[in-house]
């Protein structure tokens, strides 16, 4: 069985940080291109980073970039995400995906999602 398990949530004031993990099992992703995404109280799912199978090629959305940083550990079968100067507008469950592609295609070629991890931040 498949699974995305997202760790590295919490509670931070603004300005804070926090590293998020997605650590998967039932089957290795090292070939596969991985993102992530949040969800906030009343708003849908959007996309926030992603990378490429081999983490050379990463995107960000407009509001993180500068501040987050997606990486990955093949070898462990995980991608992080950093985030720094955090915000309020930060907080939402945070998701990761897996695609079923070595090139991130956007949410449409998303595979498999992971459970989600809450990020509060306060002001």
């Known amino acids: 069985q498949v699974q995305l398990v997202e760790s590295g949530g919490g509670l931070v004031q603004a300005g804070g940080s926090l590293r998020l993990s997605c650590t998967a099992s039932?089957?290795?992703?090292?070939?596969?291109?991985m993102g992530w995404f949040r969800q906030a109280p009343g708003k849908e799912r959007e996309f926030v980073a992603a990378?490429?199978?081999?983490?050379?090629?990463?995107k960000y959305a407009d509001s993180v970039k500068g501040r987050f940083t997606i990486s990955r550990d093949n070898a462990k079968n995980t991608v992080y995400l950093q985030m720094n100067s955090l915000k309020p507008e930060d907080t939402a469950v945070y998701y990761c995906?897996?695609?079923?592609?070595?090139?991130?295609?956007?949410?449409?070629?998303?595979?498999?999602w992971g459970q989600g991890t809450q990020v509060t931040v306060s002001s």
């Open positions: 990378l490429n199978w081999s983490g050379d090629n990463t």
């Open positions: 995906a897996a695609s079923y592609s070595s090139a991130w295609l956007g949410r449409s070629s998303v595979d498999y």
């Open positions: 039932g089957r290795s992703f090292s070939s596969n291109a």
